[in-house]
Nanobody, 117 residues
Framework: QVQLVESGGGLVQAGGSLRRSCAASGNTLSINAMGWYRQTPGKLRELVAVVGSGGGTNYADSVKGRFTISRDNAKNTVYLQMNSLKPEDTAVYYC???????????WGQGTQVTVSS
């Protein structure tokens, strides 16, 4: 089992920055990849960014060049630095971990990020 606790987020004006953190606990050695997803009402949850155990990253096209995902394996924490935020980035953001041989999904509690125009 893996538990994820998120922090950061909130309200920011367009063009501003926010930093999200997600700390993992439990069977952290089983984690293969960690990432961030977001969801708006009526839409499916979408991938924002992911970082593998080896440090490789992948981003949604909509956030490339603006968001940076990083991972501190010693602290079992993943970060999402969000710069040049746009109103369309407004969503509930969820931390995700894929763990174990079956790549089981674990989710954080989700936090609202609101970007005002």
């Amino acid at each position: 089992q893996v538990q994820l606790v998120e922090s950061g987020g909130g309200l920011v004006q367009a063009g501003g920055s926010l930093r999200r953190s997600c700390a993992a606990s439990g069977n952290t050695l089983s984690i293969n990849a960690m990432g961030w997803y977001r969801q708006t009402p009526g839409k499916l949850r979408e991938l924002v960014a992911v970082v593998g155990s080896g440090g490789g990253t992948n981003y949604a096209d909509s956030v490339k060049g603006r968001f940076t995902i990083s991972r501190d394996n010693a602290k079992n924490t993943v970060y999402l630095q969000m710069n040049s935020l746009k109103p369309e980035d407004t969503a509930v953001y969820y931390c995700n971990a894929l763990a174990g041989s079956s790549w089981h999904d674990y989710w954080g509690q989700g936090t609202q990020v609101t970007v005002s125009s």
